[in-house]
């Protein structure tokens, strides 16, 4: 089976960097991504890695280390609107797709 | 415009009897999934499919099912043998890496 582990809640303040942390134990593996969503709206995606390394969009990155079975999200320049959930999610064998329970993430002034 | 459209946004539904959801998109997609949400929570595979005519149970399927007779379409029926329904509901389709979500159904169970 799969399963990922994040943290339920990141706090930090506007302007700042965070980083949202992800495990997973998979049965086949294509990809980890990352997808955010507000309250009451669908999940909107952020980032695919295939391969071990950083990826870099705008104000988030994200980084997949396949050996460790272990990536992060990295938002940088906070912002009030960025307070949102975070899941990361796993593409394994016969492209299952797979999320993680979620980080609700809170921007404070 | 391209995308995934999920109907109705809400539904109300009495103890015993089967719905179904509908979930059409028109982006020539293989793949799409069905998820559930519950409040403050994951998003739960339900089922999914990868072609035409083929679709696998995910991690929640009991008291559901699915057909995918057509590539656009993978309606979703939640039966009354799902002791629990009331959530929120998600369908997606996947291109090459990205996932689209459809705006999702809120299904209560009065």
């Known amino acids: 089976g799969q399963s990922l582990e994040q943290p339920s809640e990141v706090t930090a303040v506007e302007g700042a960097i965070v980083q949202i942390n992800c495990t997973y134990q998979t049965s086949g593996f294509y990809g980890l991504s990352w997808y955010q969503q507000h309250d009451g709206g669908a999940p909107t995606f952020l980032s695919y890695n295939a391969l071990d390394g950083l990826e870099e969009t705008g104000r988030f990155s994200s980084f997949l280390s396949r050996s460790d079975s272990y990536g992060y999200l990295l938002l940088q320049e906070l912002q009030m609107k960025d307070s949102a959930s975070y899941f990361c999610?796993?593409?394994?064998?016969?492209?299952?797709?797979?999320f993680g329970t979620g980080t609700q993430l809170k921007v404070e002034l | 415009d391209g995308g995934i459209t999920q109907s109705p946004k809400y539904l109300f539904r009495k103890e015993g009897q089967n719905v179904t959801l509908s979930c059409e998109q028109n982006?020539?997609?293989?793949?799409m999934y069905w998820y559930r949400q519950d409040p403050g929570q994951g998003l739960r595979l339900i089922y999914y499919?990868?072609?035409?005519?083929?679709?696998q149970k995910g991690d929640i399927a009991e008291g559901y099912s699915v057909s995918r007779e057509k590539k656009e379409s993978f309606p979703l029926t939640v039966t009354s043998a799902q002791k629990n329904p009331t959530a929120f509901y998600l369908c997606a389709s996947i291109g090459n890496t990205e996932a689209f979500f459809g705006q999702g159904t809120r299904l209560t169970v009065v």
């Open positions: 499919s990868q072609i035409v005519n083929d679709f």
């Open positions: 999610a796993v593409t394994g064998g016969g492209n299952k797709l797979t």
């Open positions: 982006l020539n997609h293989d793949a």
